[in-house]
C-alpha cells in the first residue's frame, strides 16, 4: 500500500499544470490590458508632480503633453518643443530645447508606464523568472532601437510584473544623462481612474555604482540600495477621447 500511495503521489504532481510559457511580448501585452494603460492612447490626463502641474493630450498618434510651473508653460508635441514665459515664446537653443523637452516628456513617459512599451522602437527581452517578498515576476528588459528611441535610446529598463495579476511593482533603469546613474522604483500605491491604473514609488539608487541592474532586485531585499525620493501624482483626471 505504501509504494501505491507513493505512486499515486507522484501521479498528482505529474497532473499538476505547468506554469504557462509566456514571451516578453505576451507579458507587455497582459500588463498594458490589466492596467488599463491601452485607454490611453485616446485620453486626457491631468496631475500634479512636485511643484509642478501636467497636462497631457493623445489622440490617434498625434500628442501634447504640458507642463506648467510659475509664469513658464513647457510644450512637447509631434512637431517638437516650445516654451513660453508669461505666454511669450522664447528663444532656445537645440541644447535647451532638448533638455527641456526630456524632462517634460520623461515625467510624462513614467506616469502611465506601462502604456507606451509597444513603442515600435522598443525592444523586449525575457529574462529568468524573480521572486521578491514572495512574491513571483516575470522579468522583462527594454531597451530601444537607435531608429525612434530617442536621444536616451541607450537607456535600459526593466519591469517585474506580477505573475498572477500582471501589474508592474517594481522596475528599475540605467541612464546616461548627468553623469549617469541606475535606479530601481519601489510600488508605494495606486489608484484607478476611470480604468486606468496609476502607481506612485519610492525611489532607490545603488549604495554601490557598480550593483548590476539585471540583479538590482536581489540588491534591494540585501538591503544595498538607498532610497533618495518618491515618486507621487497627486490630483489626477481623465477624460476619454473619441478615436
Known sequence: MKFLSILFLAFLISCKPSEPKLTAQEVIDKTILYSGADKVANSEIKFKFRDKEYFAYRQNGDFKLIREFDSIIDGLTNDGFKRFINLKEQKLSKEEASK?????????YFSVLPF???DKAVIKKLL???TINGKKYYKVKITFSENGGGEDFEDVFIYWIGKEDFLVDYLAY???TND?????RVLKEQCVKNGIR????????PLNKDISLIDIDKSFEN?????????VLKD???TFLDK
Open 100 to 108: 527641456y523637452a526630456n524632462s517634460v516628456n520623461s515625467v510624462h
Open 116 to 118: 507606451g512599451l509597444n
Open 128 to 130: 529568468p523568472s524573480s
Open 174 to 176: 540605467s541612464y546616461h
Open 180 to 184: 549617469g546613474g541606475k535606479r530601481f
Open 198 to 205: 496609476f502607481a506612485d514609488y519610492h525611489n532607490y539608487k
Open 223 to 231: 538591503n544595498e540600495l538607498k532610497k533618495v525620493s518618491e515618486i
Open 236 to 238: 489626477i483626471e481623465v
